[in-house]
């Protein structure tokens, strides 16, 4: 099925809470992807990029959370805006010709509905960078370990949060939620 399409959708809007960047509260970025040593900074991936650039109907779907740093991203998708059809999408930064570039979907997993998500899905890794989200509804923030560092993660409406980072070791392990 393509996306944005399936049973009676309903039109909604792009989901941005106050104050929250396109990356989490904690890492060393400020509405960018933080840019690993020696590399050039590159923009944050936004819930508009993931929309436009991801092949989603933007009058149906909804970005619920986006998170970058360095080369890679992480967006947490609801194709028809009612919850029943999450996807996660995991994005990696492509240089073009003349040094411009940008965010490129790479993978597309299916996910859960909105009413079952956990609090903590630990999802993985995509190159170097390691993600991880879940649902805390009447949260404002939830605290995220990763490679004995804590990062304090903001909730998005709905009840959803979402993290990712490049992992400076070998062996770091998966995100892990504290708080």
Do not use: K
């Not at 840019?35 to 109907?57: I, K, M, N």
Request: hydrophobic residues 35%; aromatic residues 8%; proline residues 9%.
């Amino acid at each position: 099925m393509p996306r944005g399409v399936g049973r009676a959708p309903r039109p909604v809007g792009i989901l941005v809470p106050a104050g929250y960047g396109e990356v989490m509260d904690g890492s060393d970025a400020a509405e960018r992807g933080s840019p690993a040593e020696g590399r050039p900074r590159h923009p944050g991936l936004s819930h508009r990029d993931v929309l436009a650039s991801g092949g989603w109907h933007p009058r149906y779907a909804r970005a619920l959370i986006s998170a970058s740093d360095g080369d890679y991203g992480f967006t947490l998708v609801d194709g028809n805006g009612d919850g029943a059809e999450l996807e996660e999408e995991l994005w990696q930064w492509e240089d073009g010709p003349g040094g411009h570039g940008r965010l490129a979907g790479r993978e597309f997993l299916r996910c859960r509905t909105l009413d079952h998500l956990p609090p903590l899905v630990a999802g993985g890794h995509i190159g170097l960078a390691y993600f991880a989200y879940g649902r805390v509804p009447g949260r404002d923030s939830v605290t995220v370990e990763f490679e004995e560092r804590r990062y304090e993660i903001p909730v998005f409406p709905l009840g959803v949060w979402g993290f990712i980072r490049e992992a400076a070791g070998l062996r770091p392990g998966l995100p892990a939620l504290v708080s």
